[in-house]
């Protein structure tokens, strides 16, 4: 009876034992299962904060060319000669790669009647990139629906190649002065939150005494309350804010 007492209780203690390993090997399977997770959640996150850029033709960066509009020689063709000659110089300067002879038709294109002209005219600022971006400021204003989103879209790409925040801030201003799109101007306002104080509330006491968009104009009042907590009550309240309650940031 004793000698099976004891094989009772050494097999009790080897089910035990089992028992104990497989929770043990099944905790650290567990703990592998939750790092390798976390791992690839991490992975995960890292991958979608990574959003590329558009490269500009500038350094190393590439970015391929547009493919501009063109007219066919035909009888429905009732573009004027300065129409057509515009046409071909805004090609030729995208195709020689010609910063200042795009710039040079600028103006001229903003003023053309032919749509197609001033879209070829946006696509190849918008190639340009950031330093053609005064010249395509004034296109987010185009009469036509589909100009004006096209400017907007390579305005957007070109700010993003900005990255002193005030000549980001700069253009911003510049735009909001002119934009009477409620959803263009409250994605450029989100611009404003994040950089010097000072240089947003400066910004937006220009945008609201000018003379731009009753639109814009109410968007900047808006962003300068959500800047500095206050309701826009004038540029003299707009300089003692300044003067009382702006702390500069901390030199690192």
């Not at 390579?154 to 911003?172: C, N, P, Q, Y």
Request: with cysteine; glycine share 8%; hydrophobic share 40%.
């Amino acid at each position: 009876m004793v000698w099976l007492a004891v094989v009772a209780m050494a097999g009790m203690a080897a089910l035990i034992a089992v028992i104990f390993r497989s929770d043990g090997d099944n905790e650290v399977e567990s703990s592998r299962r939750a790092v390798r997770c976390s791992s690839d959640a991490s992975h995960a996150k890292a991958v979608v904060g990574k959003r590329p850029r558009t490269s500009r033709p500038s350094g190393s960066k590439t970015r391929e060319k547009p493919v501009l509009a063109a007219h066919d020689d035909d009888e429905d063709d009732d573009r004027t000669p300065a129409e057509r000659e515009l046409e071909e110089r805004i090609e030729k300067a995208l195709d020689d790669e010609n910063l200042e002879a795009a710039i040079a038709c600028a103006g001229e294109a903003l003023g053309c009647k032919v749509g197609e002209i001033r879209q070829n005219m946006v696509n190849t600022l918008g190639w340009f990139g950031a330093k053609a971006l005064p010249e395509l400021t004034p296109f987010l204003a185009d009469d036509d629906d589909d100009v004006r989103e096209s400017a907007m879209s390579e305005w957007t790409m070109a700010l993003a190649d900005i990255e002193d925040d005030s000549d980001r801030i700069g253009a911003v201003e510049s735009a909001m002065g002119i934009l009477n799109d409620e959803d263009s101007l409250e994605e450029l306002s989100g611009e404003y939150i994040g950089v010097d104080e000072k240089l947003a509330v400066e910004s937006l006491v220009r945008i609201i005494g000018g003379s731009g968009s009753k639109e814009g104009i109410e968007k900047a009042k808006e962003t300068y309350e959500f800047v500095t907590g206050d309701e826009w009550a004038g540029a003299e309240e707009a300089a003692r804010w300044i003067s009382e309650e702006y702390e500069p940031p901390e030199a690192s």
